[in-house]
């Protein structure tokens, strides 16, 4: 049975804390039950939102389909910039696709794009079901996220939150570190398994593993990586991953407030998967709509092309359908930042071949021209589809609503819209 332990705080080496956090006295930690493998029983109500969260990811998969290929790519890297965020570092949209390409930027741009490739290899690492999940391969799944860190459960007592580095104000204090190892080798079986409501299980697989906190960093993207591994594993979701996380970042109060219910005495499992199923729902509509809004765009900006070629005069209007210029438009939503290098080797043409192409669709509006702080032209942007994944992030930030109305108390700088009525990034980003 989940219980709390009472614990002595001592701290050996206290000259570096404030007079409150030098104080020795006693805390209680919580260990939670172990979980087995099947699903516990739930209410009516926390499994009807349940399976109509799976139906609406199925959904959102299907009309998804072929594009989510693409489409993870830039829903992953808006989870890392919204953990950015919510961590104080300004990390937006576009300043992450360059420092991707050009491996070149803020160091937290560099850290956020490292982050988003280790994420995608290890939830493919996982997802195979046939594969037993093992207390190894959560530990390598945090240490691809956070490299700089040894790799290991943890072996010292840590906590969460309070207004002090003392487990004494902390606002929560996970299992001390000898009940780590077992909580861990518990979970994984937990994940291993595929039976029941996926939603169930990915829910109950994060709450559990933020409760163990096992990490001394990295918790957190973790335990985001793990609810993406549990969906694949359980065939809810096929093509595309759905950014759960990031509509949690938008209501902290909330994520906390279900977090702290499921490890209630006993256990309020329901209220939890109610809400856990409720930002399912949301984060699959926007990642929908961002799909549908990238296809809409995608035939604006040729038409866009096709308008510039016939005010030049050139002939034939339409290009031929293996140009350089219609395979950079093909692209755009997987690679909205671009060189003559990049498109050289993508494509197989010579240098002079991507210049042009890179040229007519700056003119045409398509693209932009990026420049460092000395005026070099360092590479081109399609500046409204990065737009479009901003838009995004902002929704799942206000729980997925419209930010007309309402908006992030933090997140990426909305986009704007210029003279002719397009949607660009804002100023400065």
Known sequence: MASYVDLLWNPEDASHLARKDRAAGRYRAYVPDELGEELP????????????????LARADERIGARGGYLNHLLIRSESISSSWIEG??????????????????????????????????????????????????????????????????????????????????????????????????????????????IVRAAIAHAQFETIHPFIDGNGRTGRALIHT??????????????????????TDSYIAGLTAFRDEPSRVDEWIIGFARAAE?????????????????????????????????????????????????????????????????????????????????????????????GKLVCWTADRHLALVGLTERSNRVGGGDTDHRKPRVGPPAPVVDQVGTLRPAEGD
Not at 92 to 101: G, M, N, R
Not at 231 to 242: C, H, K, V
């Open 230 to 251: 549990v969906l694949r594993r359980t065939d809810a979701l096929r093509n595309t991953l759905i950014p759960i996380s990031t509509v949690f970042a938008g209501d």
């Open 89 to 198: 570092n300004r990390v937006t949209p576009k300043k992450l696709a360059i420092a991707e390409l050009l491996q070149q930027g803020t160091r937290v741009a560099l850290d956020v794009v490292a982050n988003v490739r280790a994420t995608e290899d290890a939830i493919a690492a996982l997802a195979d079901r046939d594969r037993r999940v093992t207390t190894t391969d959560l530990e390598h799944l945090q240490h691809v996220i956070e490299p700089t860190l040894v790799e290991g459960l943890r072996t010292e007592q840590n906590w969460v939150g309070g207004t002090g580095w003392s487990p004494l104000r902390a606002a929560f204090v996970p299992p001390p570190e000898g009940e780590v190892p077992r909580l861990i080798e518990d979970l994984a079986r937990f994940v291993t398994a595929t039976e029941g409501n996926p």
């Open 282 to 374: 949301l984060a699959a509509g926007n990642a929908a709509r961002l799909s549908d809004d990238l296809a809409a765009l995608d035939g604006v900006v040729y038409d866009d092309l096709l308008r510039q070629r016939a005010q030049r005069g050139v002939s034939p209007v339409k290009p031929r359908s293996d140009s350089v210029v219609l395979r950079i438009l093909g692209g755009l939503s997987t690679d909205p930042v671009l060189t003559i290098e990049t498109v050289t080797s993508r494509h197989g043409v010579s240098a002079g071949a991507a210049h042009r192409a890179l040229v007519e669709l700056a003119d045409a509006g398509v693209l932009g021209r990026s420049r460092d702080h000395k």
């Open 41 to 56: 029983r739930i209410g009516s109500e926390a499994q009807q939102a349940a399976e109509d969260a799976l139906t609406i």
